[in-house]
């Protein structure tokens, strides 16, 4: 009797020795990268949502180009408070949405591409030409990311001689292994080597995504930030030349849903199910419900900079009450947000090629962009110095809220005034670079901030 | 209800039936300690069902009793057991008296600890048992909150006054830090599943209670496991404590009816208002012009100084009120040889001092013990409850929150309150209304509907008198709904119903059997081997409709609607079990007992599937050797110790998972569609690695009974450390996963400690005075937590951190010195204690204080004077700080568009002023920081977290019922609950838990961090009881 009883117990026991599988409790939304992402249609799905993460309000639909202008000085700053106050302060600390936000956003995107670039060779039902195509969209997200990113958080390429100064963490493949924060140049050849590669790997035409050109807009972005004018003018001007855009008569043409010539890469909405990408981007200008104003009003600074019979003036700036609100990306209610377009290729051509001593060529991207704003063109004689801050002003006034300004101003002075004031602070202080945010800090106990010294 | 009173004839009527057959039988009186009759004290025939109550003079007859000798137990609540032998002769009565006296934590106890139960004498682990008559203060609805100050080491923080709120509860302190810290709640033998708390997330600011839907008089008693030999037996689930609650069961004899009834009334514990509209006024004026402003400040909106002339409005009278609660239950026990039964229903609702906020609960149960033959028992525990809140935003979400902040006083409730001739007058709407707590009550309507069925049955069958097996099968089921309603002012364009729904299975089945093994004279060994298999499962959906009219949940049309969606699997897990538990004693004076349970869960990672969790105990009654001198004051000692392991499995059962994001997935919010929305993504990465956190506790005590029991005592020494415990290591924004968290189990942290507790019967006779005092002294230190940074684990807002070497929940803020009384300016220290001006957290944060108490305790005093009882008791919380995290806002920056504290005022104002606030101005920037004021977090905010409450005050009379009344026993009681709170800290109420969502959250910073968190409640209660 004791023994049968003993015996059932040992049976119990040897269960455990048995498989554990009957355990296994799977929820709908659990698997792994290499069954959900198995052929071209997941492929792309996923990658979309790279492209998703792009179009976010804390990254290209919005933050990036608003914080370039905060720290600089297109934006009226009364009445600002909160996040936008510390930017505009020049006195981030590690503790702001913002900031969170654009690394998140940002990062989010780039390991999302990541993500994909990691199972490109398991993919099945794909010509090598496809894949590389693939391969090439993602070089060319993660690359306009860390371009970015590298401007927000870091000293300017230029800082130092060899830019061994702190950039950004940056990643070639997706993983969550600590990653400490590379030099700008090392953030800087990262990026070129996967332009030049993106460049090589799409094709010229991509239905709506990054393709060979963008690649190239988006490396002479870069070697025009690092003032090197041969490659952005070689860049700029084969895209300008040999590529499919064609220069828009109405300046304002691109920030609308369609129709224009200029978008060398757009982050697109549709009108289904409300969706607007870049819905952020004007929201900001948009008056808010609860008390009639905008977030944001632009400072008079950028807002004189518009002679009174420019067109542009008029056109995205309205009076609210005194101050000015900038109406530039209202045109449609849904619209594309062209964050690579034809007129910054003109600029970039026009400012290398004056930078290089070829003027004519200088002028005749400056006229064209000046004639189409009603202004009268400017004489066939300007060259050098002159010419070259006729680009500038010009740079300024037609990407305002393009997350140009403060980027550019810092190039200028890496270029030639290393005692530039950015509204009254120097252009290299520590409140200039924007502080790294907990939330890329706290995953790395070696994540070095940076100098948190204002600008004072 | 016609039902209800079907299901309740059927049932009784077997027992009501039953008792025909003629045998011997037993009659007797029983009288308590002062010769008074004892009413309604029932009486079983030891190893039969067979059973009676005692009459209204104390007598009792127990018939068809089996001639023989035969051994009767008395029992009465609040009264020792006592069992007396009797021989019964064939178709003749036996005589038995009993006299019993006043419980004491008798020795003979039967403590529920897990699978079985033991006599509190045989005890080596450390289990605190609370009767249903101490249960009786619980706050608002939910059980829970009635054990608070009435056992050492558990320290409960009352989830703030609204209706049907969660607390937090920590047993020996915080020994998680990612993982879930609360205890395993088991009721009746089924593991009640705690991740329910967040289900809904804190929605209106608050967090969802799964025990909200148990009804306190249902209870028999709760036991609560606190250390690892008593834990052990629930393994990888009993790292936290276990607390058992065994609701109440038939007993044999007549049936007796039970009616309670509570009504009350209840207030916050403390209002505080913020300041006047000429006070603010001042304020911001003030500040304006040290801040270089000329002129009246502009007011905020664009309001005039006309516009509001004749305006002021108290936001905190407006959205709070005296709240009404009532309860009623309806309880019948009955019994005979086959079948006991206690049925119950239940109302309740409770109001809280929150305009709109309530829970209404109905409930129902029914536990049903079939003894159809000898060897064979079955038991049927079942239970039926409904629960509706209605919830207002509150805290952060609104509310109350917003009367002290947004809500400023020259506001207007509505629109024509502006004189005519204002802009803004309009005769009808309410006035600024995302920042209206009015309009936003008004508008918008929080409700949450839940069904939970708890359900087992139990086989128990006894081959030999030395063995039993156990089989028993549990359900429980919830589904919850939580609406919200957004009529069309509210969203300006159409009305908005939403729906979140829920519905969980948890099913599990254990098997035991425990053999008394035959052993020589004074060595008694009893054995328990079982397996257990628990399989939960959830699944959610989520429903919006902005197209119609009317709530969903009042509409059947959308109901169906939503019922024709498809619910998203969520997941769930599964747990099998395999435990044994051997106890030995020798003369019954020493004891040892060896446990072991292995635990494999669908939670832990493919690596590392089962764990092992063995405990050994021992315990020796010293008092009971030869040796022991007689009539020695100390006439009871035992020493106690025990060791072993537990684990905590609290963890998400999706951890071990990569999981992914489609763009068809409702609960997923992504940032619009790319293209039509043809979007996936990772969200994390998979975990094969993840497992249980092991706990290694130690524990020694010494029980002391002096002066023949009229003082007891206890006293425990632990230590408990948590190795393996679970970190959500950050993953770095660089990696692209939306500061997700990868769970590693890498951290370690020790609670050790000291509980004392004491009982002394100051008096006893006519008057009695009983004085019981608890302690529990707990220190927390985090040991390692692998490479996290301060910043990696947060508490969410607020600032708490885990940090090596500190208690779990420190605050980690910059130090605020001083001000400068030259210039009204605010001085810091620096990371190396310098003065600076400079408000910089990012280099100069320190360790300032920690949300772990120093010690815990309460303190109650018990009085009876012939039919007339007091007792009151106190609970205490000495040390730790409260972190104030809204006081940036009421106390820092001077800006327009919040509200100030009535404390605000010593501030500097001309030079040489040592105040205790700078000077008020209107930025950051003057503050010494960056632009923002929100980040404005130091120690000014910081406060002493002691406090000292009067938790329950009662008065109670009974009627002792004479022949010829309706009622056997009547007791009438007043009841106020935390009534008096003593503190040094200003603000609304010391005793905080915070609306946090997440375990991690709850651990680092869900108590002593307060955003506006509303206060607790303190009621007013009239309460009966009649037995019938």
Not at chain 1, 346 to 352: A, D, M, V, Y
Not at chain 2, 65 to 74: D, E
Not at chain 2, 156 to 181: D, M
Not at chain 2, 540 to 547: M, P, T, V, W
Request: aromatic share 12%.
């Amino acid at each position: 009797m004791k023994s049968r009883y003993f015996l059932f117990v040992i049976m119990i026991f040897g269960l455990s020795a048995c498989s554990d599988t009957f355990l296994e409790t799977v929820p709908d939304n659990a698997s792994s990268i290499s069954v959900e992402l198995t052929n071209k249609t997941e492929a792309r799905e996923f990658l979309n949502s790279g492209y998703n993460s792009l179009t976010d309000g804390a990254a290209y639909g919005g933050q990036f180009a608003l914080i370039s202008e905060l720290m600089a000085d297109g934006i009226d700053g009364a009445f600002l408070e909160g996040d936008w106050l510390a930017h505009y302060s020049r006195s981030t600390d590690l503790f702001l949405g913002t900031t969170r936000g654009m690394m998140e956003s940002g990062y989010r995107a780039s390991g999302r591409a990541n993500n994909v670039l990691d199972q490109i060779p398991a993919l099945t039902d794909m010509t090598d030409a496809e894949k590389q195509a693939f391969e090439g969209e993602v070089k060319f997200i993660r690359s306009m990311v860390y371009f970015d990113l590298v401007r927000f958080f870091g000293q300017p390429h230029g800082y130092t001689p060899d830019n061994s100064q702190l950039g950004i963490a940056v990643r070639t493949t997706q993983s969550i292994d600590i990653v400490d924060r590379s030099s700008v140049a090392d953030v800087y050849a990262l990026v070129i080597s996967d332009l030049q590669d993106a460049v090589n790997l799409l094709p010229a035409n991509n239905d709506i995504y990054a393709n060979s050109w963008a690649a190239k807009a988006l490396l002479a972005k870069v070697y025009f930030q690092m003032n090197d004018f041969q490659n952005a003018f070689d860049m700029a001007n084969d895209v300008i030349t040999n590529g499919p855009f064609s220069f828009d008569t109405d300046f304002s043409l691109k920030y609308g849903f369609g129709d224009s010539g200029e978008v060398i890469f757009g982050l697109l909405s549709t009108h289904l199910d409300f969706d607007n990408a870049n819905g952020g981007l004007r929201g900001y200008h948009r008056p808010d419900p609860s008390n009639g104003l905008p977030a944001v009003f632009a400072s008079s600074d950028i807002v004189n900079s518009f002679p009174g019979d420019d067109a542009r003036r008029s056109a995205w700036f309205a009076d609210v009450n005194g101050r000015f609100a900038c109406t530039k990306f209202g045109v449609d209610n849904v619209y594309t947000n062209p964050v690579i377009h034809l007129t910054e290729m003109k600029l970039i051509r026009g400012e290398s090629a004056a930078e290089l001593g070829n003027a004519p060529m200088g002028v005749a991207d400056l006229n064209d962009i000046r004639e189409r704003a009603g202004l009268v063109a400017l004489s066939d004689a300007l060259a050098g110095e002159p010419l070259i801050q006729n680009l500038r002003l010009e740079r300024r006034k037609e990407l305002y809220f393009e997350n140009n300004r403060m980027h550019e101003l810092k190039r200028q002075a890496v270029k030639d005034s290393p005692n530039l004031l950015i509204r009254n602070a120097p252009w290299d202080c520590p409140g200039m670079v924007c502080q790294i945010p907990d939330n890329e800090l706290k995953g790395n106990p070696n994540m070095q901030s940076n100098p948190q010294a204002g600008c004072e | 209800m016609k039902s209800l009173n079907y299901i309740l004839t059927m049932l009784l009527v077997p027992v009501l039936c039953s008792g025909l057959m003629a045998q011997g039988a037993i009659q007797g009186l029983v009288l308590d300690e002062n010769n008074e009759p004892v009413i309604g004290g029932n009486l079983v025939i030891e190893g039969t069902s067979n059973g009676t109550v005692t009459e209204f003079d104390g007598t009792y007859i127990i018939e068809n009793v089996s001639p023989g000798n035969v051994s009767v137990t008395v029992s009465y609540v609040g009264y020792e057991s006592l069992t007396k032998s009797v021989s019964v002769p064939e178709s003749g009565t036996a005589t038995l008296d009993f006299k019993i006296g006043v419980d004491t934590e008798t020795l003979e106890e039967v403590v529920v600890v897990g699978y079985t139960t033991q006599r509190r004498r045989e005890l080596v682990g450390n289990v605190t048992k609370i009767q249903n008559s101490e249960l009786n203060d619980n706050v608002g609805t939910t059980f829970e909150t009635a054990l608070q100050g009435k056992a050492p080491g558990l320290q409960i923080v009352q989830g703030s006054g609204t209706a049907g709120s969660h607390s937090i509860v920590r047993i020996r302190g915080t020994a998680s830090i990612s993982s879930g810290g609360d205890p395993l709640y088991v009721i009746d033998g089924i593991p009640i599943v705690q991740e329910e708390n967040y289900l809904f997330g804190e929605r209106g600011g608050q967090n969802n209670n799964p025990l909200s839907s148990l009804n306190p008089s249902d209870i028999e008693s709760v036991e609560i496991l606190k250390d690892a030999s008593a834990a052990a037996i629930y393994g990888s689930k009993g790292a936290n404590g276990v607390i058992i609650i065994t609701t109440k069961r038939g007993r044999t004899g007549k049936p007796t009816f039970n009616y309670t009834t509570k009504m009350g009334i209840t207030r916050p514990t403390n209002i505080l208002k913020p300041v006047s509209k000429d006070e603010w006024l001042q304020i911001r004026q003030e500040a304006h012009e040290n801040s270089g402003g000329v002129g009246r400040v502009p007011l905020p909106l664009g309001l005039s100084y006309d516009d509001i002339a004749n305006i002021e409005t108290d936001w905190v009278d407006a959205v709070i009120r005296t709240g009404f609660d009532q309860e009623h239950n309806l309880s019948v026990r009955a019994g005979n040889k086959w079948l006991a039964a206690y049925l119950g229903v239940t109302y309740s609702k409770n109001e809280s001092y929150l305009i709109g906020n309530d829970f209404e609960r109905r409930s129902a149960r029914a536990n049903l013990d079939f003894t159809p033959m000898d060897k064979l028992k079955i038991t049927v525990s079942s239970s039926i409850a409904r629960g509706l809140r209605n919830k207002t935003p509150q805290a952060w979400s609104g509310g109350l929150g917003l009367a002290q902040s947004n809500a400023l006083p020259f506001y207007p409730i509505t629109r024509n309150e502006f004189p005519e001739e204002s802009p803004f007058y309009e005769p009808f709407g309410y006035f600024n209304q995302y920042q209206n707590p009015v309009a936003q009550i008004a508008y918008t309507d929080l409700e949450t509907r839940e069904i939970r069925y708890l359900n087992n049955i139990q086989i128990s069958y006894v081959p030999t008198d030395r063995l039993v097996f156990t089989l028993q099968g549990n359900y429980d089921f919830t589904d919850i709904g939580d609406y919200s309603f957004e009529q069309q002012e509210w969203t300006t364009t159409v009305p908005i119903s939403k729906a979140w729904l829920f519905k969980s299975k948890n099913r599990s089945a254990f098997l035991t059997g425990q053999y008394d093994v035959p052993m020589a004279e004074n060595h008694s060994v009893k054995v328990l081997a079982g397996t257990e298999y628990q399989q939960y499962d959830r699944e959610s959906l989520y429903a919006e409709y902005s197209d119609k009219f009317g709530q969903i949940y009042s509409n059947s049309t959308y109901r169906d609607r939503v019922s024709e969606l498809d619910y998203f699997y969520n997941g769930g897990y599964k747990f099998f079990s395999l435990f044994g538990r051997v106890n030995y004693s020798y003369k019954d004076k020493f004891y040892a007992q060896v446990v072991f349970r292995r635990d494999a869960s669908s939670k832990f990672g493919a690596e590392n599937r089962w764990g092992n969790f063995p405990s050994v105990g021992l315990g020796y009654i010293v008092s009971e050797e030869d040796f022991w001198p007689e009539n020695f004051p100390v006439n009871y000692l035992k020493l106690k110790g025990s060791w072993g392991l537990t684990g905590n499995s609290n963890i998400p059962d999706d951890a071990i998972f990569a999981t992914f994001a489609f763009n068809n997935n409702p609960d997923n919010i992504d940032y619009g569609n790319y293209y039509n929305g043809n979007t996936q993504h990772q969200i994390k990465e998979e975990n094969p690695f993840i497992k249980w956190e092991t706990v290694s506790t130690i524990d020694v005590g010494i029980e002391v009974g002096m002066f023949d029991d009229r003082i007891t005592s206890d006293l425990t020494f632990y230590n408990k450390l948590t190795q393996d415990a679970i970190l959500g290591e950050f993953v770095s924004a660089s990696a692209g996963y939306d500061n997700s968290v990868f769970f590693r189990n890498i951290g370690k942290i020790r609670n050790r400690g000291v509980e004392f507790e004491i009982t002394s019967r100051n008096f006893v006779g006519k008057f009695s005075w009983t004085t019981d005092l608890n302690i529990g002294v707990n220190r927390n230190k985090v040991l390692d937590v692998g490479n996290a940074t301060p910043d990696a684990l947060d508490g969410g807002f607020g600032d708490t951190r885990v940090i090596e070497g500190q208690p779990i929940g420190v605050n980690y803020i910059v130090e605020f010195s001083h001000v400068d009384p030259a210039t009204g300016a605010p001085v810091y220290l620096d990371a190396d204690g310098n003065e600076t001006f400079e408000y910089n957290p990012t280099d100069n944060r320190v360790v300032a204080g920690s949300i772990q108490p120093d010690f815990t305790g309460g303190l109650k005093n018990t009085f009876r004077y012939k039919n007339i009882g007091l007792d009151f008791l106190f609970y205490f919380v000495k040390g730790g700080t409260i972190y104030d995290d809204a006081a940036k806002r009421q106390l820092g920056v001077i800006a327009d568009d919040w509200t100030y504290m009535p404390y605000i005022f010593d501030r500097w104002r001309e030079p040489g002023d040592l105040a205790t606030f700078p000077k008020y101005v209107e930025s950051m920037n003057e503050w010494g920081g960056s632009g923002n004021i929100w980040q404005n977090n130091h120690t000014l905010w910081l406060y002493d977290a002691s406090f000292i409450r009067l938790r329950n005050i009662t008065l109670s009379y009974s009627i002792k019922p004479k022949e010829g009344m309706v009622f056997k026993n009547v007791r009438l009681y007043v009841q106020g609950i935390n009534l008096l709170t003593f503190t040094k800290y200003p603000g609304w109420d010391p005793e905080i838990a915070r609306d946090r969502s997440g375990e991690q959250a709850r651990n680092i910073g869900g108590t002593n961090v307060t955003y506006l968190t509303p206060p607790q409640a303190k009621s007013f209660i009239f309460g009966a009881s009649f037995d019938f």
